[in-house]
């Protein structure tokens, strides 16, 4: 304890629970109360952006954006307007396997829980997913205004908030000259520079198995990561294992992969990645990641396979 | 794509099966598409395309991006569960501890296929404890390995706590012996150590430490602990790849001294004065024989004014010399023995003071009852150097 404290360059962290996370901030400095300064600023940040796009608050930009759901555009900030035009690009790319309407879901036909023990008729499932499309999200560039075009439409930044929160904090902690540091929302991580000493850093990937276990690391900088799995949440039905995950295409939870772990450049699109991947399957969706460029991919399968991009070496 | 499989215990790894096909992936209703060339790119262009690129990226650093192809490597844990659980301490996250090998200072190196950065932390720790005594005595041993740094450490440890185990003494003596590779920033390296890494020469750095403390629970109200350590480094001290540049403007890569004894001294005390009011403080002086010498100075007071209302008044001030090796930007001389411009080694004051108030009243903030939080907190903090920064943070809950 004292010896990192004390001597020389170390790191500050602090951990916090913001937007329903726990987030740990760590920065690299000479001088440890200037860095809880960096760290106070960083959560601020935050802060901001969870009020900014908190469903839980009945006149936040989100919810006023849901309750004129059918009935009427209405006008955003631009930071909330952009967020859910790149929203609607991974929507695009993911061939809306990643949606923000998702939280169009119908949970009066049938509700995902621990005690399920037969799944839903597959016209059922489709029933409760119609109101999920992206495409009716209706943006307006030069009024600034989003508009829902199906009432009971909601739109919710659950699959990217974070990955946006945590860059955002690494933005303001680079703007007030943090060179190194890292961003932990909850294991989506924005990292850059370096450790004290000049290594890069080491993140661990968690063993889906024994998910306070890593079962590899990798040495990185400047680069987000962000992993999501089924092993919080999921219920085996007739042997088979299916994630708390609905497949927004058919409405029925997603089975197959226990954990999906994607780098990139930046943590949104990190974080904004890692679900629709895992809906999307091994196979179109390591397709589509060996596709793009800057982003790498891991995948464990449920017979605990390890799949990954091409970009990534074993060792 | 590439695939391998984890065995059943979650843990152990094995190639060999890497290539089995016994079941297929499940199929879903997602079909392989063909990208279009800006759909490939899309994070290149991500933040772009909407027209804030300054703002999310700050367009520092993080906007050049690092071209993955090969440059990622996934290192799989090879130790089974139960020995873990024992001897290795490696939590999902960052490992704080050893360095790694650093991306930036060749890139060439880091994608040349004979690089192979496998690092292995095998380390093996015992601890044996008798609570009637209050004793506890435990010892350790690890080893690192990869490309640029192979390191071997051990440490022995003891405690005892006092007869009315009021008070606890512990202490513990330890050692890291490295060896590393001097990788130097390209443009200062010589022809004979750019082309191949079993040219880059190496070098050692051995760490001998021992850190005591005592911790002593004076009465109900107050709690002392007293913490010294003392530390001696020998062998290579600075960083290959940090750069000097001289009064006539040449370059050279810092230079240190082979030794470095460090000495930093603590203190802290907690004091509950009543139910209502704790105090809360931390001295410490640090020095060494580089000449550095720093001063920490924290209190902390926190005032429960009624179980809804809490006030935190803080203050802390810290200073510190430079060493004696250290001048700025082209103004060392070429005649200097050892040099650095390592900022983190120069002269500096710093303090910050402020407060905290926390509103918690039941009936809600201004009689709002889904308004259950309220947290206001600010710091005005200086460093000599002329800077000055006033923070404001407002914590709001709302149930």
Not at chain 1, 12 to 22: I, T
Not at chain 1, 46 to 63: A, G, V
Not at chain 1, 215 to 224: E, K, Q, V
Not at chain 2, 296 to 301: K, S, Y
């Amino acid at each position: 304890m004292l010896l990192n404290n004390i001597l020389e360059t170390g790191i500050r962290k602090r951990s916090v629970k913001l937007m329903g996370n726990r987030f740990e901030i760590s920065v690299v400095g000479d001088d440890p109360i200037l860095s809880d300064l960096h760290i106070d600023a960083a959560i601020t940040e935050i802060k901001r952006i969870e009020t900014m796009l908190t469903t839980y608050s009945p006149d936040s930009q989100t919810n006023r954006i849901n309750e004129n759901a059918g009935i009427a555009p209405i006008k955003v900030d631009r930071e909330v307007f952009d967020l859910v035009a790149r929203s609607l690009q991974i929507s695009n790319l993911t061939q809306g396997a990643f949606d923000i309407t998702y939280g169009s879901i119908d949970k009066s036909l049938w509700n995902f829980d621990q005690n399920m023990t037969v799944l839903p008729d597959a016209k059922t499932a489709r029933q409760q997913v119609r109101l999920i499309n992206y495409h009716n999200v209706i943006l307006d560039k030069n009024a600034c205004t989003v508009f829902l075009h199906e009432k009971g439409m909601r739109i919710g930044f659950g699959g990217i908030g974070k990955g946006y929160a945590a860059e955002r904090a690494k933005m303001v902690l680079q703007q007030r000259g943090v060179t190194s540091g890292i961003v932990n929302a909850s294991g989506d991580m924005a990292v850059w520079g370096y450790q004290p000493g000049g290594g890069n850093w080491t993140i661990g990937i968690a063993n889906p198995d024994a998910a306070q276990y890593p079962f590899s690391h990798l040495d990185i900088t400047d680069m987000a990561i962000a992993t999501s799995g089924n092993y919080e949440k999921f219920v085996m039905i007739d042997g088979k294992k299916y994630s708390h995950t609905i497949d927004p295409k058919t409405g029925l939870p997603v089975t197959g992969i226990k954990s999906v772990t994607i780098m990139a450049p930046n943590a949104e699109i990190a974080d904004a990645l890692t679900t629709p991947v895992m809906i999307m399957g091994i196979r179109a969706g390591m397709d589509l990641v060996r596709q793009l460029k800057y982003i790498a991919c891991i995948i464990i399968d449920d017979n605990n396979r390890v799949f990954t991009s091409k970009n990534i070496r074993l060792a | 794509m590439r695939k391998l499989s984890l065995a059943a215990i979650g843990m152990y790894l094995s190639i060999l099966a890497a290539f089995s096909q016994s079941t297929k992936p499940a199929d879903t209703a997602y079909k392989n598409r063909t990208l279009t060339f800006e759909e490939a790119n899309f994070a290149s262009s991500y933040y772009s395309q909407n027209g804030n690129n300054s703002a999310v990226t700050g367009g520092i650093g993080s906007e050049k991006l690092a071209d993955l192809s090969n440059s990622i490597e996934l290192k799989l844990h090879k130790w089974d569960r139960k020995s873990r659980k024992h001897t290795f301490d490696f939590e999902l996250g960052v490992d704080h501890y050893t360095s790694a090998s650093s991306d930036m200072i060749d890139l060439k190196a880091n994608s040349s296929a004979s690089h192979a950065d496998t690092r292995v932390y095998p380390s093996a720790s015992w601890t044996v404890e008798n609570e009637t005594k209050g004793r506890s005595f435990g010892l350790g041993g690890s080893m690192s390995f990869e490309f640029d740094y192979q390191s071997f450490g051990g440490h022995l440890d003891f405690s005892q706590k006092t007869k009315d185990k009021s008070g606890e003494f512990s202490a513990k003596l330890f050692t890291y012996l490295d060896n590393l590779k001097l990788i130097y920033p390209i443009e200062l390296r010589t022809t004979t150590t750019t082309a191949r890494h079993e040219e880059y020469a190496t070098t050692g750095r051995n760490t001998f430490g021992s850190s005591f403390s005592y911790s002593q629970i004076i009465n109900e109200r107050l709690q002392v602990a007293f913490l010294l350590d003392l530390i001696s480094q020998s062998g290579y001290l600075g960083l290959p790849f940090h750069r000097v540049y001289f009064t006539d403007n040449s370059l050279k890569v810092e230079n240190l001294p082979g030794n470095r004894f460090k000495l930093p001294l603590g203190f802290r005390a907690n004091y509950f004065l009543g139910d209502n009011l704790i105090l809360r403080s931390y001295y410490r002086y640090y020095m060494d024989d580089w000449g550095l010498r720093s001063h920490t100075f924290n209190l902390e007071t926190v005032i429960k004014l009624s179980p809804f209302f809490s006030a935190t008044p803080f203050y802390r001030y810290y200073t510190q010399s430079a060493v004696n090796y250290f001048a700025a930007y082209q103004a060392h001389k070429t005649t200097d023995q050892y040099y650095t411009s390592n900022y983190d080694l120069s002269e500096f004051a710093s303090q910050m003071f402020g407060m905290g108030i926390r509103l918690t009243p039941p009936s809600g903030i201004f009689g709002i009852e889904h308004f259950s939080m309220l947290e206001l907190r600010y710091g005005h903090y200086t460093k000599n150097n002329g800077m000055n920064s006033d923070i404001v943070s407002l914590n709001l809950r709302f149930k």
